[in-house]
């Protein structure tokens, strides 16, 4: 360290005498880190006396043990370890799924068999579900995607969805049916070939009925959606007849359809729930061929489901008495059932509206005890169902 310091010297009271001189002295000192210090000063008399020098110079050295520096104990701090977990980084989902059905626009049906192919997705066609029309995707990258739809006999349609990673896009597609049309010619006639010029005739599909009208040529014509038609005509005093017709896109079909005299007897009545027949219908010996007297009947039956659009559903039921087998006689019922049932769908009843079921003989109308009871329980019964 160093230090500095003044001082000066004098009688008090004040004398001056020349045996008593006033001086100042400016002195100093340093000190080493071991103790050992040196001093010097200077200073000079301010008046003039006996033993008062004009300058006076001191030097001299020191030694304190208060100025000896000690040595601070060096103090080593250990690092402090730290453990750093590392999680793994799971990858970022950047893809999304697309989830979909698609419709028809008309009838709000699910439509089975779609093409749909996502433009740049590098993903394989998808065809939609038969039952459900629903599809889905393999996880895509998100995005904006065009999906191109196709399916037979609907217009093609193009539409967008936007994929969101990590989550579901849902999509309901309508497409709308083409209309594709051919034309359908009919020409009614009676059984001496004469043309008929005032049937009603009408094309029914489904749902949708239309009514063909007759033309300046005496010839009943219209365009219908391509598909399959029935076509059935009716007139006084006849009996309606109907032909399933498939429709050909931009081709006319021609329909011949001959209805035959109603007989003068009216051999059937038509009661709520079943078609009662007032002759029954014969067939050959343990045999369902049907006997050609009983045709006419069976046409009658036609004209009945024919002129009655309530009726939905018949059931042909075939019936047998008790002689031979049991497995025999349900066997020939059956026959007998299915025998009928291909008349009337000759006849032009569409399939859809018959069942046929043999019964043998487990449903007897009376005991099996006699050859007139007999004859009663050998029968054809119709059943309306709906």
Known sequence: GFDLSGATSAVY?????????????????????????????????????????????????????????????????????????????????????????????????????VIITIEKSNLPNIATDNSTGGFSTP?????????????????????SAQIVKQKETKLNIYLKKKIVQGSVIVQVIGEKRQNIDNA????????????????AEGIYSTKLDVGKWYVVAKAPDKLSVGKIVDVVENTDTPVELMLKDKPKETLIVV??????????IQFALNSAKIDKSSTIILDMVADVINSNPKIKKVKI??????????????????????????????????????????????????????????ETNRRVEFIIEE
């Open 317 to 374: 039921e075939g019936h047998t008495d008790d002689l031979g087998s049991r497995d025999k006689n349900i066997k020939l019922s059956q026959d007998r059932a299915d025998s009928v049932m291909n008349y009337l769908i000759k006849a032009g009843i569409r399939p859809e509206l018959l069942e046929a079921k043999g019964y043998g003989p487990d449903k007897p109308l009376v005991p099996n005890n006699s050859k007139k009871n007999r």
């Open 139 to 159: 996880p895509i990258d998100a995005g904006l995607y065009n999906l191109k739809i196709f399916k037979e006999g609907y217009y093609d349609k193009t539409v």
């Open 200 to 215: 009603e005739v009408m094309a029914i599909s489904g749902d949708r009925q239309m009514e063909i009208k007759r033309t």
């Open 271 to 280: 009661e709520q729930n079943k078609i009662t027949l007032k002759k029954k």
């Open 13 to 113: 009271p004040f004398q001056y005498e020349e045996q008593n001189p006033l001086e100042w002295l400016l002195s100093g000192r340093y000190f080493f880190k071991n103790g050992i210090g040196v001093t010097g000063g200077v200073g000079g008399g301010i008046l003039p006396g006996y033993g008062s020098p004009l300058v006076r110079v001191m030097l001299g050295l020191m030694f304190s043990t208060d100025r000896i520096e000690k040595e601070k104990p060096i103090i080593v701090e250990k690092p402090v370890e730290k453990t750093t977990v590392i999680k793994p980084v799971e990858p970022e989902i950047k893809t999304g799924r697309l989830i979909g059905f698609v419709f028809d626009e008309d009838s709000k049906q699910p439509i089975g068999g």
